[in-house]
């Protein structure tokens, strides 16, 4: 006689009603992003001067940043999808006939677990390409409407910066920078043109050093419009802060799974060891598992207690969740920052203690 339930329309069912929650809260956390950047775009765009529909521009370019905050915060999402996911299964009494049929609430748990993990396979193979794109375009975007007409590209040939400064046009090029914290340029060239591009001078130098908007030329040759050399250039004055080569650099968020490796070998060429990208890199990496482990964490709240909260307690408790792991997430990123652990390790220890927790927690479960 053919079961009346089997395990693969057991499978489908929690993989069914588990997609329904984390459907419901995928869209309530885009709708809050959205809301929260549009009013963000709103404000930065009040004062500037914009061509085409205002409303719609800051709203276009809102959805354009949804794509790489969504990625920041779907172990959030995931979180709350298992909360309430399992919840459900406990006010529709449906967790004692699955035990009853045979089924463990380990396989219960296993099963969207192990679907959130094939999800953050999905987000960091096909949603981060996306996320880098949009958020080059973004950058860029935002970039025209900056304070001022700066420009700022790495080639082959070097770091390139480009600057109007009054009715100058400053063309800079470096070979690198020098160390981590961006106050010094190797091997750099200034180009000065009027505001039609027409020539008026370069300033060679072996080193410049940055304090905040001022640069200090070392060992300078000025070269004239009429082709003299002059030794006397020892300031120059911008409006490139510090601030700005060092987000050219660290902007992780334009750097999908695909090609990550290979930008960050090009800006270690010019010097910049890269922290940021390396832990951009590595969170893409332990995503998955992060993933996996947040389901799982998601039962200590609902099946293993076992009793019915109202979904104002499950709120607070996937909020204090949600803190609790993206508090030993920086602490940890901070600690391997300051050369305490290895930079690498430190992403992957807040990730690794919530993954043993979770093994704990099935273990526990099972011998229940």
Known sequence: MKKRYTPKKIIQYLIKEFSLSLTIFFFIFVSLIILSTYIEEIIFFREKVTSGNFFLKTFILSLIKTPTLIINISPFIFLFSGIFFFAKLLRSNEITPLSLSGFSKNFITIIPACFSFFCGLIIILILTPVSSELSKYYETVKQKYTNND??????????????????????????????????????????????NY?????????????????WTIFNSREITQKGKSINSIKNFNTSIELNSLKNFFSNANTFSIWNIQDELGKIRERGYYGQDIIITLNKYL???????????????????????????????????????????????????????????????????????????????????
């Open 286 to 368: 332990s995503l998955p598992f992060l993933l996996f482990s947040m389901i799982i964490l998601a039962t200590f709240f609902t099946i293993k207690i076992g009793y019915q909260f109202n979904n104002f307690i499950y709120a607070f408790f996937g909020i204090l969740s949600g803190i609790v792991v993206y508090f030993l997430s920086d602490l940890s990123i901070a600690i391997g920052k300051s050369g305490k652990i290895p930079l690498i390790l430190s992403v992957w220890v807040p990730v690794i203690i919530i993954l043993l927790l979770s093994i704990y927690n099935l273990i526990n479960q099972e011998n229940e």
């Open 198 to 214: 027409n020539f008026k001078m370069r300033i060679d130098s072996k080193k410049v050093k940055i304090t905040e908007k001022k």
């Open 150 to 195: 700066n420009l700022i590209i790495m080639s082959n040939t070097g770091l390139w910066l480009k600057e109007k400064n009054n009715n100058k046009i400053f063309i800079i090029r470096s070979d690198k920078i020098s160390n981590q914290i961006f106050n010094e340029l190797s091997n750099v060239t200034i180009y000065e043109f009027d505001d």
